[in-house]
């Protein structure tokens, strides 16, 4: 266990190490129960640090062997090893000295997937963030950067595979069945980046050119018999290549890149240097078992990653406080490259949902934090929506504000300036800043507030005068540790649209900056006067969610009607169409708690039904307009005092509503897109599926009984058909003998496939109601479920918290307490895990008041064990506030 549990660590502390390290030699012997690690490193005093200022290295527990300086075995006196540091004393004079530092560690017993471990036989490890203090004792921070050569030595049959960072070396036997290879990376790295991996893996290798003409060699290991399922990832990694080349310029610098799938990991992915290692599930994909939603996940995942190796890599974070720096733009990275490679708006519309569905509810709630955060007593809770989401919609701002010509320059001036370092959100403002002669300190505040700013606008038409009168007044609602907020730059697209869906051009504008059609909030008030406008306008604001902010703005129905019909951004034509349908579920809620009926809004109604049969709009596109908020839209608009249960009801009121009302519309649709021909993964093909599954859904609530969906399912070729109707009949018709015929014939096809099994757990978990808390705990005993596989404890218990909202928030409680107890268990063996699954209790105080105390008992019954790990002690801690 860590021995700063709890401590808080603050960015205002910051100052560099004493102590730089230049190479590191690390030799791995490797045994699962005692595997020993051998590290030389080269160590500088750095100019300024005294003499007698003793090196503390990070370690985490860890058990020291051995340890020489300058070659010789230290003194028992002049270090001090505990499991979590290594504090070295009367250190040689000279300005250069090394160390060695022999350690042991037990991969196979690594819970914690953290550091070096073994994932179904394969040593592998995750270093992000303070991992590598778990393989050896180090400067374990990402501002100290080193030159690494490795070398692996393995028993030859356990391990035929030896793969760690950089260019391959040496390879050769030991003897004894023993073998070892080497491998260097010239790139100055922090310890973070360290991968190694051991074992038996099959491998599927392209090549790569560079626009420069350097030849890659790319090699993607799986597990043997699984190399068909990489070639889609194969694909993605080589358009992701050309990408970066020619949208950033950004070109890859290895002889060879590498991505190693494994079926243990915490988090998606990780970009150790040349040396990707990734969950499974964001790799492996096949007609037969991945979704349309894998392929364009695997898509972005492995582009993501690549992406890192400049942003990230090359030029890399200071400190822990500067992870948006990498994450924030690389995830704009990826996502700029989706919407490239697929849909833009379709894109936008699903990273809008995204960031509303994960990152509003944190910031609106008691785990809310900056973009940038100041203080931390546990870094791996801080991967976060805020750090990865809005990180990237602060990027995009910028890129807003800025111009696309002049983002590019200061992107430019950032990778040149800052190639090699270790930089903060202070020097990549600063390029921008430099390349395009502007001041970015207004700007720099969404780094440092938390919370989701509100635009409170109001309008006033004079045609008379011919002037429209905006007045808009920005705040920010109080966040943990921020109770007051100053006002921001906020770059507001909008439009004016005419009586015909003609755009107003406009020219005359005070009160405010306007560039292009960006208008720049930056004060707590703007009274805006638009002149020359002849007729009286319908209003666009935020489009394409130019900023991820919540606007009050009391337009009328008409008027949004008239935006979902005419915007000329596809985009903000779904947001008004969404406003409304959202506007209209919230009164179907209070209609249901005040036991009334509901009462649909016909124009909202055959608006929905317009856009499903819209022909001239992409099948993507009428999907999304048909997929109506989901439960916890409603609940975050609503923000407090939820009931899910009326929720849930209210929303089926209108869907039922929706699917009486368009039932010949669904049919024709359903007709016409049911698949046919070979699938093929993309977006235009997944389009037409998810319109398909869509009126499907609709239908199977009025004429399309589960009797009728279970020869749909059976005759399905591919999973985003066969997953997305056996989704309908669980979720729609629990419990019938169609929908348990259904799940057992998917589990007795894909039972030993554990990643379409997730598939499974999940349909199931993520049932509504009160009944589906105990078929988890059932299948919790299942001998497809294993606590010890995050993949399987988020498909089961993860849906089960953050997926459904009536299953998990039951009145009595029965549901919070479960995961209570779940929690506590997962903690002993992966605290990671168990901290990021409880997270899922983070809006609990929204709640009405009997669920609210069921919610805090749980909290408080966590809280009350006595030896938490610093991970669920945080969220625990920040959660009950
Ligand atoms: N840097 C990775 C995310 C990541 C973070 C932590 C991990 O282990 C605790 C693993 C991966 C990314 O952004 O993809
Ligand atoms: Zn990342």
Sequence with gaps: MKTDTG????????????????????????DPAQTRVTSRIALRRRSGTKADVPLVLDGDELNLVALKINDVAADNECFAATPSSLEIRDLPETEVFTLEIVTEIAPAENTKLM???????????????????????????????????????????????????????????????????????PHPKPSYLFALVAGDLAVVRDWFVTRSGKPVVLEIYVEHGKQIRANYAMDALKRAMSWDEERFGREYDLSVFMIVAVSDFNMGAMENKGLNIFNDKYVLADSDTATDADYANIEAIIAHEYFHNWTGNRITCRDWFQLCLKEGLTVYRDHEFSADMRS?????????????????????????????PEHYSEINNFYTATVYEKGSEVVRMLATILGPTEFKAGLDLYFSRHDGDAATIEDFLKCFEDANQVKLTQFALWYRQAGTPVLTVSARFDGRARKLMLDIEQSAPATPGQPK????????????????????????????????????VKRRAHKIVISKVRKRPVISLNRSFSA??????????????????????????????????????IAATGAVRDDTDIVPDEALVSGIIASLEDGTLEPAMRAQAVLLPGEADIARELGNNIDPDAIFEARNGVLDIVAMTGADAFDKVADGFTPSGRYTPDAESAGKRALYLAALDYLSRISLPADALLPIFRSADNMTIMAGVLAILAHRFPETAAAETALAEFELRFR??????????????????????????????????????????????????????????????????????LIIELDARNPQVAARILTSMRSWKSLEPVRQEKARTALVAISEQPSLSPDVRDITDRTLG
């Design 752 to 821: 030993e496939n554990p990643l379409v099994i997730d598939k499974w757990l999940q349909i199931q978990a993520t049932i509504p109601g009160q009944a589906t808390l105990a078929r988890v705990k059932q299948l919790m005993g299942s001998n497809h479920f294993s606590i010890e596989n995050p993949n399987r404890v988020r498909a089961l218990i993860g849906s089960f918290s953050a997926g459904n909202p009536t299953g998990f928030n039951r009145a009595d409680g029965a549901a919070f307490a479960f995961l209570a107890g």
């Design 7 to 30: 401590q808080d660590v603050r960015l205002e502390d910051y100052r560099p190490t004493d102590f730089e390290i230049e190479t590191v030699d690390l030799t791995f012997r490797l």
């Design 548 to 585: 991820p902010i919540n606007i009050h703005f009391e337009q009328g129905t008409e008027d949004l009607f008239h935006l979902a019909r005419f915007e000329t951004d596809a985009y903000s034509r779904w947001q008004a169409l969404n406003e409304l349908a959202l506007r209209g579920l």
């Design 344 to 372: 833009r708006p379709v894109k936008r519309i699903a990273e809008v949902r995204l960031l509303k569905a994960h990152q509003f509810p944190e910031d609106s709630g008691p785990l809310a934090h900056p973009v940038r």
């Design 115 to 185: 550091g070096l471990y073994r994932s179904n036989g394969v040593y592998c490890t995750q270093c992000e963030a303070e991992g590598f203090r778990r393989i050896t004792y180090f400067l374990d921070r990402p501002d100290v950067l080193a030159v690494f050569t490795t070398c692996i030595e393995a028993p030859t049959n356990d391990a035929p595979l030896l793969l760690s960072n950089g260019n391959p070396g040496e390879t050769g036997e030991l003897g004894d069945g023993w073998h070892f290879a080497v491998w260097h990376d």
């Design 485 to 520: 907020k100053r006002p921001m730059h906020i770059p507001l697209r909008f439009g004016l649209i005419d009586a015909d869906g003609a755009e107003i051009k406009t020219s005359d504008i005070e009160g405010i900056d306007v560039t292009g059609d960006v208008m720049h």
